[in-house]
């Protein structure tokens, strides 16, 4: 959300959000250490679905996917859809299971970098089959079967499934976040 655009939905209070979800609210926001967590308190207020979402999620980042591939994804789908609330919340993510800092800059200008020149030098081969596969996602709705190949030859047919799920989640939530101009929990 850009510093001037106004938040759509205010964040739910203890009445809109119901007890169990304005607790858990403030837990994540004592998590991320910030005043609020405007993600849970904006989609808290519709409170079974939220709980749904939640769930759904939560096990897309703790699946099949290892942590590493799972943030790469997910730091990737925000850079793309410019979702500065999913990188603020998923660049220490990403740190925490092994993506440095060289390594995120890398996703992030991927792939204006020739092979073996600057950023693009850092990435495996997995990684630069993830990125193209979660690009091609993101961007034309599907894989070519050629970038399909290739990310099939570091995943099996259960992490191909759980991939595009988890691409596309993040991508939906970007949007979300986007189109409610959630505000960012911690500004800068």
Known sequence: MSGNQVTRIPPGRFRQLGPINWAVAKLAA??????????FTTLGSRQSLFWTWAVYSGRLMRGR??????????????????????????????????????????????????????????LSA?????????????????????SWRELAAHLNRARLIEFCLLATQYDGLAATISALAIPLDNPQ
Do not use: N
């Open 30 to 39: 004592r998590k991320v250490r910030a005043p609020e967590m405007h993600l």
């Open 65 to 122: 996917l290892p942590a590493i591939d799972s943030e790469l994804v997910i730091l990737r789908v925000a850079h793309l859809r410019s979702c500065e609330y999913e990188l603020q919340h998923h660049r220490g993510m990403a740190m925490k299971v092994g993506l440095d800092a060289q390594t995120q800059a890398a996703i992030f200008a991927w792939p204006d970098t020739p092979d073996g020149e600057g950023p693009r030098r850092v």
């Open 126 to 146: 997995r990684q630069k089959a993830l990125l193209q596969a979660t690009d091609e996602l993101i961007q034309d709705r599907t894989i070519s079967d050629a």
